[in-house]
């Protein structure tokens, strides 16, 4: 059974900073593409930021790209995602998840999905 749990996520003021986890299990996690997404309330899932299955490429939204991070460590199973410059509307359901990412077309294809870490920035 393929699992993807993430944590970190908290109520944080604007400016402040995060860092998220995602422990994955039950897949060979170093054949897969990583990715981060999240949903604001009322709003369609946001793709924020990908990991290529070697770590050596990195895409990020527009709206993220300077602020956060992307990185992952195949020994540990794990992707992170470094959260700086936090601001209200980064306030969403974060979700990390496994499939294929593309780069010529800027498109996620997942395989799994976690079940969100909510984070929420205050002004």
């Known amino acids: 059974q393929v699992q993807l749990v993430e944590s970190g996520g908290g109520l944080v003021q604007a400016g402040g900073s995060l860092r998220l986890s995602c422990v994955a299990s039950?897949?060979?996690?170093?054949?897969?593409?990583m990715g981060w997404f999240r949903q604001a309330p009322g709003k369609e899932p946001e793709f924020v930021t990908a990991i290529k299955r070697s770590g050596g490429r990195t895409f990020y939204a527009d709206s993220v790209k300077g602020r956060f991070t992307i990185s992952r460590d195949n020994a540990k199973n794990t992707v992170y995602l470094q959260l700086n410059s936090l601001i209200p509307d980064d306030t969403a359901v974060y979700y990390c998840?496994?499939?294929?990412?593309?780069?010529?077309?800027?498109?996620?294809?997942?395989?799994?999905w976690g079940q969100g870490t909510q984070v929420t920035v205050s002004t």
């Open positions: 039950g897949l060979a996690f170093s054949q897969y593409d």
């Open positions: 998840a496994a499939g294929t990412y593309y780069s010529l077309s800027r498109r996620f294809e997942h395989n799994y």
